[in-house]
Protein backbone atom coordinates (compact mmCIF):
# COMPACT_ATOMS: atom_id res chain seq x y z
CA UNK A 1 0.00 0.00 0.00
CA UNK A 2 1.29 3.49 -1.03
CA UNK A 3 -0.95 6.10 -0.21
CA UNK A 4 -3.87 6.28 2.44
CA UNK A 5 -6.21 7.85 0.19
CA UNK A 6 -10.16 7.93 0.01
CA UNK A 7 -9.90 4.55 -1.21
CA UNK A 8 -8.19 3.06 0.94
CA UNK A 9 -8.36 3.48 4.69
CA UNK A 10 -8.68 0.93 7.93
CA UNK A 11 -12.45 1.41 8.57
CA UNK A 12 -15.39 0.72 6.76
CA UNK A 13 -16.53 3.86 4.77
CA UNK A 14 -19.74 3.13 5.24
CA UNK A 15 -21.74 6.63 5.76
CA UNK A 16 -23.67 5.43 8.88
CA UNK A 17 -20.58 3.55 10.56
CA UNK A 18 -18.11 6.61 9.92
CA UNK A 19 -20.70 8.80 11.53
CA UNK A 20 -21.43 6.66 14.51
CA UNK A 21 -17.58 5.71 14.65
CA UNK A 22 -17.04 10.15 15.04
CA UNK A 23 -19.73 10.70 17.25
CA UNK A 24 -18.16 8.30 19.82
CA UNK A 25 -14.79 10.14 19.21
CA UNK A 26 -16.02 13.40 19.74
CA UNK A 27 -17.68 12.33 22.99
CA UNK A 28 -15.02 9.91 24.28
CA UNK A 29 -12.28 12.70 23.35
CA UNK A 30 -13.50 16.23 22.63
CA UNK A 31 -13.28 16.58 26.25
CA UNK A 32 -9.31 16.34 26.07
CA UNK A 33 -8.66 17.63 22.97
CA UNK A 34 -10.77 21.20 23.43
CA UNK A 35 -9.10 21.39 27.06
CA UNK A 36 -5.93 21.32 25.24
CA UNK A 37 -6.42 23.64 22.63
CA UNK A 38 -7.69 26.31 25.18
CA UNK A 39 -4.57 25.97 26.68
CA UNK A 40 -2.90 27.46 23.46
CA UNK A 41 -5.07 31.08 23.94
CA UNK A 42 -6.38 30.10 20.54
CA UNK A 43 -9.12 33.67 20.27
CA UNK A 44 -10.23 36.05 18.08
CA UNK A 45 -8.50 36.04 14.54
CA UNK A 46 -6.90 33.14 14.69
CA UNK A 47 -6.27 30.73 11.35
CA UNK A 48 -6.85 27.40 12.02
CA UNK A 49 -6.58 24.46 10.01
CA UNK A 50 -8.06 20.76 11.34
CA UNK A 51 -6.99 18.10 8.88
CA UNK A 52 -8.99 14.98 8.94
CA UNK A 53 -11.83 16.43 10.58
CA UNK A 54 -14.23 13.77 10.97
CA UNK A 55 -17.72 14.82 12.56
CA UNK A 56 -15.97 18.27 12.82
CA UNK A 57 -16.87 18.85 16.66
CA UNK A 58 -13.57 20.48 17.46
CA UNK A 59 -13.41 22.66 14.11
CA UNK A 60 -17.29 23.75 15.36
CA UNK A 61 -15.37 24.78 18.86
CA UNK A 62 -12.89 26.29 17.41
CA UNK A 63 -14.80 28.63 15.12
CA UNK A 64 -16.96 29.74 18.09
CA UNK A 65 -13.05 31.33 19.54
CA UNK A 66 -11.69 32.64 16.09
CA UNK A 67 -14.85 34.03 13.83
CA UNK A 68 -15.50 36.87 12.78
CA UNK A 69 -12.31 37.85 12.21
CA UNK A 70 -10.65 34.53 12.18
CA UNK A 71 -11.15 31.33 10.24
CA UNK A 72 -11.12 27.62 10.50
CA UNK A 73 -10.87 25.17 8.20
CA UNK A 74 -11.97 21.67 8.33
CA UNK A 75 -10.35 19.17 6.25
CA UNK A 76 -10.92 15.47 4.89
CA UNK A 77 -10.76 13.12 2.57
CA UNK A 78 -14.46 12.53 3.08
CA UNK A 79 -16.64 15.68 2.45
CA UNK A 80 -16.97 17.41 5.73
CA UNK A 81 -20.22 17.35 6.86
CA UNK A 82 -20.55 20.87 9.10
CA UNK A 83 -23.08 23.47 10.23
CA UNK A 84 -23.04 26.52 8.45
CA UNK A 85 -21.69 29.24 10.70
CA UNK A 86 -19.45 32.08 10.59
CA UNK A 87 -15.72 31.70 10.06
CA UNK A 88 -16.14 27.31 9.38
CA UNK A 89 -15.42 26.61 6.14
CA UNK A 90 -14.89 22.53 4.76
CA UNK A 91 -12.72 21.54 2.12
CA UNK A 92 -12.07 17.50 0.83
CA UNK A 93 -8.55 17.40 0.93
CA UNK A 94 -6.37 14.10 1.01
CA UNK A 95 -3.05 15.11 3.10
CA UNK A 96 -1.31 12.46 1.60
CA UNK A 97 -1.47 13.78 -1.59
CA UNK A 98 -2.71 17.36 -1.49
CA UNK A 99 -0.64 20.53 -0.74
CA UNK A 100 -1.47 23.04 1.91
CA UNK A 101 -0.73 26.60 2.36
CA UNK A 102 2.57 27.51 3.56
CA UNK A 103 3.04 29.35 6.62
CA UNK A 104 -0.77 30.60 6.56
CA UNK A 105 -2.09 29.01 9.71
CA UNK A 106 -1.95 29.93 13.60
CA UNK A 107 -3.17 26.92 14.83
CA UNK A 108 -2.80 23.37 13.14
CA UNK A 109 -4.93 20.18 14.32
CA UNK A 110 -5.14 16.63 13.59
CA UNK A 111 -6.96 14.08 15.89
CA UNK A 112 -6.16 10.35 15.30
CA UNK A 113 -5.26 10.71 11.69
CA UNK A 114 -1.92 10.33 11.06
CA UNK A 115 -1.75 7.21 12.71
CA UNK A 116 -3.56 5.92 9.45
CA UNK A 117 -0.79 7.13 7.61
CA UNK A 118 1.81 5.34 6.55
CA UNK A 119 3.16 8.41 5.08
CA UNK A 120 2.75 10.30 8.36
CA UNK A 121 6.72 11.83 8.64
CA UNK A 122 6.38 13.60 5.26
CA UNK A 123 2.52 14.79 6.10
CA UNK A 124 3.65 15.88 9.58
CA UNK A 125 6.17 17.93 7.67
CA UNK A 126 3.55 19.67 5.45
CA UNK A 127 1.24 20.22 8.91
CA UNK A 128 4.67 22.03 10.11
CA UNK A 129 5.33 23.96 7.06
CA UNK A 130 1.61 25.20 6.91
CA UNK A 131 2.52 26.81 10.73
CA UNK A 132 3.09 30.41 10.62
CA UNK A 133 6.30 31.21 12.53
CA UNK A 134 4.88 31.16 16.40
CA UNK A 135 1.94 28.88 15.47
CA UNK A 136 0.69 25.45 17.58
CA UNK A 137 0.54 22.28 16.05
CA UNK A 138 -1.64 19.89 18.49
CA UNK A 139 -1.46 16.14 17.57
CA UNK A 140 -3.79 13.63 19.37
CA UNK A 141 -2.91 9.75 18.38
CA UNK A 142 -3.54 6.76 20.60
CA UNK A 143 -0.97 4.49 21.77
CA UNK A 144 -3.31 0.85 21.87
CA UNK A 145 -0.68 -1.09 23.56
CA UNK A 146 -2.15 -0.82 27.16
CA UNK A 147 -5.69 -1.39 26.83
CA UNK A 148 -5.92 -4.06 29.75
CA UNK A 149 -8.82 -5.71 31.10
CA UNK A 150 -9.97 -4.86 34.90
CA UNK A 151 -12.89 -6.14 35.34
CA UNK A 152 -13.75 -9.51 33.71
CA UNK A 153 -16.11 -12.63 34.82
CA UNK A 154 -13.77 -15.65 34.24
CA UNK A 155 -10.32 -16.44 32.47
CA UNK A 156 -11.96 -17.73 29.05
CA UNK A 157 -13.64 -14.04 29.00
CA UNK A 158 -10.54 -12.48 29.84
CA UNK A 159 -8.86 -14.67 27.02
CA UNK A 160 -10.82 -13.82 24.43
CA UNK A 161 -10.72 -10.28 25.20
CA UNK A 162 -7.04 -10.12 24.79
CA UNK A 163 -7.23 -12.28 21.99
CA UNK A 164 -9.54 -9.48 20.57
CA UNK A 165 -6.82 -6.77 21.44
CA UNK A 166 -4.19 -8.70 19.64
CA UNK A 167 -6.25 -9.55 16.70
CA UNK A 168 -7.19 -5.68 16.42
CA UNK A 169 -3.22 -4.67 16.36
CA UNK A 170 -2.49 -7.35 14.08
CA UNK A 171 -6.05 -6.29 11.05
CA UNK A 172 -4.64 -2.13 11.88
CA UNK A 173 -1.47 -2.84 10.94
CA UNK A 174 -2.27 -4.95 8.15
CA UNK A 175 -3.78 -1.92 6.48
CA UNK A 176 -0.57 0.86 7.12
CA UNK A 177 -2.08 1.95 10.47
CA UNK A 178 0.32 2.33 13.64
CA UNK A 179 -1.86 1.51 16.52
CA UNK A 180 1.11 3.07 19.01
CA UNK A 181 1.92 6.17 17.17
CA UNK A 182 0.88 8.66 20.06
CA UNK A 183 3.89 7.24 22.26
CA UNK A 184 6.28 8.31 18.99
CA UNK A 185 4.14 12.01 18.45
CA UNK A 186 6.60 13.64 20.29
CA UNK A 187 9.47 12.55 18.94
CA UNK A 188 8.09 12.89 15.26
CA UNK A 189 7.44 16.74 16.20
CA UNK A 190 10.32 18.02 17.40
CA UNK A 191 12.49 15.62 14.66
CA UNK A 192 10.06 17.84 12.14
CA UNK A 193 11.56 20.62 13.76
CA UNK A 194 8.91 21.88 16.25
CA UNK A 195 9.88 23.52 19.93
CA UNK A 196 8.29 23.35 23.46
CA UNK A 197 7.14 20.39 22.40
CA UNK A 198 4.44 19.08 24.91
CA UNK A 199 3.22 15.52 25.27
CA UNK A 200 0.44 14.56 27.87
CA UNK A 201 -0.80 11.09 28.29
CA UNK A 202 -4.42 10.77 29.22
CA UNK A 203 -6.35 7.30 30.00
CA UNK A 204 -10.20 6.85 30.64
CA UNK A 205 -12.50 3.61 31.64
CA UNK A 206 -14.18 1.40 29.86
CA UNK A 207 -17.44 0.30 31.44
CA UNK A 208 -20.92 -0.44 29.48
CA UNK A 209 -22.52 3.14 28.17
CA UNK A 210 -18.91 4.55 28.09
CA UNK A 211 -18.35 6.16 24.27
CA UNK A 212 -15.12 4.86 24.60
CA UNK A 213 -16.46 1.27 24.72
CA UNK A 214 -19.12 1.67 22.69
CA UNK A 215 -16.30 2.74 20.21
CA UNK A 216 -14.60 -0.83 20.67
CA UNK A 217 -17.29 -2.63 20.23
CA UNK A 218 -17.88 -0.72 17.01
CA UNK A 219 -14.73 -1.86 15.63
CA UNK A 220 -16.05 -5.35 15.93
CA UNK A 221 -18.71 -4.76 13.66
CA UNK A 222 -16.62 -2.47 11.20
CA UNK A 223 -13.25 -5.08 11.27
CA UNK A 224 -15.23 -8.07 11.74
CA UNK A 225 -13.33 -9.28 8.35
CA UNK A 226 -9.78 -8.43 8.79
CA UNK A 227 -10.34 -9.48 12.74
CA UNK A 228 -11.21 -13.12 11.09
CA UNK A 229 -8.46 -12.83 8.91
CA UNK A 230 -6.51 -11.95 12.26
CA UNK A 231 -7.43 -15.75 14.01
CA UNK A 232 -10.41 -14.72 15.53
CA UNK A 233 -13.43 -17.15 15.22
CA UNK A 234 -17.25 -16.04 14.48
CA UNK A 235 -18.15 -16.92 18.02
CA UNK A 236 -14.81 -15.43 19.97
CA UNK A 237 -16.19 -11.90 18.05
CA UNK A 238 -20.14 -12.75 19.47
CA UNK A 239 -18.35 -13.40 22.58
CA UNK A 240 -16.26 -10.30 22.51
CA UNK A 241 -19.76 -8.07 21.70
CA UNK A 242 -21.70 -10.14 24.98
CA UNK A 243 -18.83 -9.24 27.09
CA UNK A 244 -18.98 -5.56 26.38
CA UNK A 245 -22.92 -5.75 27.11
CA UNK A 246 -21.79 -6.88 30.39
CA UNK A 247 -22.74 -4.51 33.12
CA UNK A 248 -19.50 -5.74 35.20
CA UNK A 249 -17.06 -5.50 32.63
CA UNK A 250 -14.06 -2.84 33.15
CA UNK A 251 -11.22 -1.95 31.43
CA UNK A 252 -8.41 0.67 30.74
CA UNK A 253 -8.84 2.45 27.83
CA UNK A 254 -5.76 3.32 25.47
CA UNK A 255 -3.38 5.84 26.11
CA UNK A 256 -4.35 9.13 24.07
CA UNK A 257 -1.00 11.21 24.11
CA UNK A 258 -2.57 15.12 23.38
CA UNK A 259 1.20 16.42 21.55
CA UNK A 260 1.51 20.25 21.21
CA UNK A 261 4.93 21.77 19.10
CA UNK A 262 5.63 25.29 18.39
CA UNK A 263 7.21 26.40 15.20
CA UNK A 264 10.10 28.54 16.64
CA UNK A 265 9.26 32.41 16.26
CA UNK A 266 11.43 34.49 13.38
C1 LIG B 1 -10.26 8.01 13.20
S1 LIG B 1 -10.99 9.26 12.24
C2 LIG B 1 -10.75 10.71 13.28
C3 LIG B 1 -11.72 11.81 12.97
C4 LIG B 1 -11.57 13.05 13.84
N1 LIG B 1 -10.27 13.65 13.66
C5 LIG B 1 -11.79 12.70 15.30
O1 LIG B 1 -10.80 12.51 16.02
O2 LIG B 1 -12.95 12.59 15.72
C6 LIG B 1 -9.80 9.55 10.96
C7 LIG B 1 -10.22 10.63 9.98
O3 LIG B 1 -9.15 10.84 9.06
C8 LIG B 1 -9.69 10.92 7.77
N2 LIG B 1 -8.63 10.53 6.81
C9 LIG B 1 -8.18 9.27 6.51
N3 LIG B 1 -7.22 9.34 5.57
C10 LIG B 1 -7.05 10.66 5.29
C11 LIG B 1 -6.23 11.37 4.37
N4 LIG B 1 -5.38 10.74 3.55
N5 LIG B 1 -6.34 12.74 4.33
C12 LIG B 1 -7.23 13.39 5.14
N6 LIG B 1 -8.04 12.77 6.00
C13 LIG B 1 -7.96 11.42 6.07
C14 LIG B 1 -10.87 9.97 7.77
O4 LIG B 1 -11.79 10.24 6.73
C15 LIG B 1 -11.44 10.25 9.16
O5 LIG B 1 -12.36 11.33 9.16
Redesign the pocket.
Known sequence: MD????AD?A?ARDGGA?AR??AL??EA?DPV?LDRLAETGVGSGWQCL??????G??SVWLAERVAPSGEVLA????RPVLPRMPGLRGQV?????DPLPEAAFDLVV????LR??PQRAQVLDGLVRALKPGGWLQI?EFDTSYEPPLLVDDAADRRVFESFLAAKDIAMRARGVDPSFGRHAAGAMRDAGLVEVDPRPRVQLRHPGSADLALLAENVTDMRDSLREAGMSEHELDRVRDLFAAPGFRACSSLLYSVHGRKAAR
Not at 50 to 55: H, L, T
Not at 110 to 113: E, F, H, I, P, Q
Open positions: VNTAYFARHLAYTEVGAGATVTDVRHDAVTARLVHLD
